[in-house]
């Protein structure tokens, strides 16, 4: 699964933490990539939306801080049914003025003969420049990889423009072209979110749905797919 959770907003501005939680049980992900994630410090409370939702999913989770405010950061973060082995945050490239964005990697052993990276990033909403950027520098920390590599993103750009361009050759994208919405602010076809599964490894996607029954949890309706390894 992948979703952007708003900051822990919903539309109206209130707390989309349940809902969040409700739309992950019913769903049963074995992983999760979540973007838009919040750690804050409210009158001397710390509010860590993922250590709150993996507590209450039994979830191992890990955070990557992209950016620093007076009351707490905000990143991207990852949920597993297995524990990570290691993880990596990598800073993504941008131009000057722009957000800080990063990519999050987590290296699962799944068997003895199957271990692979589960990477999330979500990348520069503003601006189409370095939203490219960012999409190309991705694919070159990863496309060499030697595990296979599951990636969940909030790209902010549709299948026909140049982000996406990055992803076109060597990575499965699981809505095999599909042009169902994923940002429910948009227009039919607004489809920016996205999974995808390295090329050159032994990995299949086998279904994908856009989860549409919340949607007022988010501006973006999560996304989920059922992948394959042999």
């Known amino acids: 699964m992948s979703f952007n959770i708003r900051h822990g907003l919903n539309n109206q501005d209130e707390s989309n933490l349940r809902?969040?939680?409700?739309?992950?049980?019913?769903?049963?992900?074995d992983l999760v990539a979540l973007q838009a994630v919040d750690s804050l410090t409210d009158k001397g409370k710390v509010q860590f939306q993922l250590r709150q939702i993996a507590a209450q999913t039994g979830m191992h989770y890990a955070y990557a801080v992209a950016d620093t405010a007076e009351n707490g950061t905000?990143?991207?973060?990852i949920l597993s049914n297995w524990p990570f082995e290691k993880t990596q945050t990598i800073n993504l490239p941008r131009t000057s003025g722009s957000d800080p964005k990063v990519l999050l990697c987590g290296l699962i052993r799944l068997s003895r003969s199957v271990t692979?990276?589960?990477c999330n990033s979500r990348l520069?909403?503003?601006?189409?420049?370095d939203r490219a950027l960012q999409a190309a520098y991705i694919n070159q920390m990863l496309v060499n990889s030697v595990q296979p590599v599951l990636?969940?993103?909030d790209m902010g750009a549709r299948p026909n423009e140049q982000p996406y361009f990055s992803f076109r050759k060597k990575w499965q994208d699981a809505a095999h072209g599909?042009?169902?919405q994923t940002w429910n602010e948009g227009l039919p076809g607004d489809r920016l979110d996205y999974i995808f599964a390295l090329l050159n490894n032994k990995v299949r996607i086998k279904n994908y749905k856009v989860i549409r029954n919340y949607p007022d949890v988010s501006d973006?309706?999560?996304i989920q797919a059922t992948i394959e390894f042999w």
């Open 19 to 29: 809902d969040i939680l409700r739309i992950i049980k019913e769903n049963d992900p």
């Open 74 to 77: 905000q990143g991207v973060g």
């Open 116 to 118: 692979f990276r589960l």
């Open 124 to 129: 520069e909403y503003a601006s189409v420049m």
């Open 151 to 153: 990636l969940g993103m």
């Open 178 to 180: 599909s042009q169902m």
């Open 220 to 222: 973006h309706y999560p």
